[in-house]
């Protein structure tokens, strides 16, 4: 059973950073999509980053690209999403997920979810 536990996150003013870590325990993280969404009050989860399948190569929403970093670490088995500039319009619960579907960026798609995690950007 695939598991991830979420850290991070928090409270920040805009403009500021943080960070989001995912540890993934019974599957290896080159196996799966590995994600980050984010879900607004009211609103569908949406995808804001993610790696690929066997894919090295990060992809963002364009929300959140040029200022959200995703790398990920093969031999730790974690996924880290550093957050930078961030703005009130970021503000949302934060959820990472891993996927074996062919949709690396439809949340529906996605077996396995972290507990998700509250980041808020406000003065």
């Known amino acids: 059973q695939v598991q991830l536990v979420q850290s991070g996150g928090g409270s920040v003013q805009p403009g500021g950073s943080l960070r989001l870590d995912c540890a993934v325990s019974?599957?290896?993280?080159?196996?799966?999509?590995v994600g980050w969404f984010r879900q607004f009050p009211g609103k569908e989860r949406e995808f804001a980053a993610g790696?690929?399948?066997?894919?090295?190569?990060?992809f963002y929403a364009d929300s959140v690209k040029g200022r959200f970093t995703l790398s990920r670490d093969v031999a730790k088995n974690t996924v880290t999403l550093q957050m930078n500039s961030l703005n009130s319009e970021d503000t949302a619960v934060y959820f990472c997920?891993?996927?074996?579907?062919?949709?690396?960026?439809?949340?529906?798609?996605?077996?396995?979810w972290g507990k998700g995690t509250l980041v808020t950007v406000s003065t």
């Open positions: 997920g891993a996927s074996r579907s062919l949709y690396y960026s439809d949340p529906t798609s996605y077996a396995y």
């Open positions: 019974g599957g290896r993280i080159n196996n799966y999509h």
């Open positions: 790696f690929r399948r066997s894919n090295s190569n990060p």
